[in-house]
């Protein structure tokens, strides 16, 4: 695949410009098949077989009625009418028979249905996790990832099913088509053509369907979002305390509101061209009706021969239709699977941009060396020719005030982005020679916004290195030096207890609790790199105090960049860099940076003497 071409950050959906050349047509069936057919292939073959008898069904009941109808022209007032029982039964049950073979092939398409989701979410699992962090800042990666998420799951499923009802219509029309050959030959063609009425609409319908689709996408995610503030757990107090209740709903509705609207139109758009692809089609059925009329009363059509072309014509008519609608739904779902495709070859992007060497174990000192980076679509930089140091066992603190770029830096050390200038050097090698993920394997970070699992205090802790079978003794470890041991021990189940009340048997923490919960995620890593943001800001000041003091012995010997606005926990560290406006404007120890009476002593003494509700005096 050629991933080359891709830009992640103007993903558009090109699909629906592409012209269709048979190639690519071909490529869509075999993927489709092909995955359909991992994903289940038992249940795939029992679809085929199910198809394929649904279709000698239905030319069996033509046969049938024909029996039927000639038995009963055959009666005269003193036969035996036990001669029409058994055509009847037949007929009876082969109905019989092709209703329960429909309603197994209903469940086994829904079975096949749900295995095919299973391994398109994988896929797509697969993919939203190993991008690069930069597609996360792109409106139309998470509009086509919605789209990927609402559709493109079930089309491969779809166009599979289309293939299937297609080929088993196919079959049912051949063989249809033969009975009525031999009743009336001339109807033959006449049949064929009213399918075409159906195709043109239907491929039309599936152009409006993917543009309809595509254009609701930016409008969908922004219901969903105002949808998630009012049901999701996190948002409910401030929902209700802020009285945000009817206002949220209101932009919901507006939203639904507006989406009706044009759904409306879009239904209607749908409609009059199904209408008239059916009208095309009920115009060739009179015309085939007149003829068969015709050939009646010229005595080339018996009874028995007109009411069983009746029965394959109304047959063969739907059979054909089928063939057609399966065709449009194969179309449709290719403008879809195209979208998908561009999505999953963001996968193989990720894996190509991880190739490179693996990053050694430690360092003996981290260079970072006129760092510049700007945010995708951002005007200004975040960060400009920032210089930092790192030496191995140092505790390195990072201060400055809101916005001054001290997370970006740390995001990028951390190896989550790559600097768009300038270079981070761990000892005599560019970072940019090692393969990503084996950097952050090296790191461990505890963000400001640390996610809290709703899973076990064990689990919550052991996330930190899930790759290897969880081990007790090193979580109560990783749990003590962080100083979570006492809350999680104190839990209705201690340590297996579910950190969240969304689920039963689950208990919350206080904010305090979770943040050491996180710190103890973060030393059970056990990374040479350890990079704390702001990871004190919950803690009470015996706990902040604890944390400094156990700090050394807890990283043992793990370098440590600590991200503070608490000037009073920072003092401790080897060395301090105060950063303003994407910059580092001084660096040196506590006593150091105090003595220089600049940024560092002014913000130091502010916070020192800051008073609520009143200025210093
Ligand atoms: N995802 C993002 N996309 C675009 N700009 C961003 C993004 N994250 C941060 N920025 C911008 O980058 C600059 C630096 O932000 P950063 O989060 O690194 O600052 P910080 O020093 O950590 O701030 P704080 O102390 O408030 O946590 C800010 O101007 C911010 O608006």
New binding site residues.
Partial sequence: MDTGAIDPLTLRAAARYRRKSLGQLKRLVFTSVGLVWSAGRRLFVGLIVLQLAAAGLLVAQVLAVRSVLQAILALNEHADTSRVVVPIIVLAILTGLSSICSSFQTQLQRLLGEHVARAMWNRVLGVSTTVSLRHF?SSEFFNQLSRVQMSALSRPYQVTQGLLSMAGALVASVALGAALFTLAPVLLPLVAIGGVPVLLASRRESRLEFDFSVKQTPALRLRSYFGLLQLGRDEAKEVRSLGLGPWLTGRFNDLYAAYLTDLGDHVRRRTSLSVLGQLGAAVVLGATLTVMIWLISRGSLDIAGAGAALVAIRMLTTQVQLVFRGAQSVFESGLFLDDLDDFLALGAQALEEDRGAEAPDGFQTIRVGGVTFS?PE?P?P?LCGVDLELNAGEIVALV??????????AKIIAGLYEPTAGSIRWDDHDLSEFSPSSVRERVTVVF?DFVRFALTGTENIAAGRIGMPIDPERVRFAARSAGAERALDGLPNGFDTILSRMFSGGHDLSGGQWQRVALARSFYRDAPLVILDEPTASLDPRAEHDLFTTLRAALRGRTALF?S?RFATVRGADRIYV?HE?KVVEQGTHAELIREEGRYAELYRLQSTVRVGMADS
């Fill in positions: 800042e945010y951002s200004r975040a400055g005030e809101n916005g001054s770029g001290k997370t970006t830096l400001q991200i606005h950063m994407g």
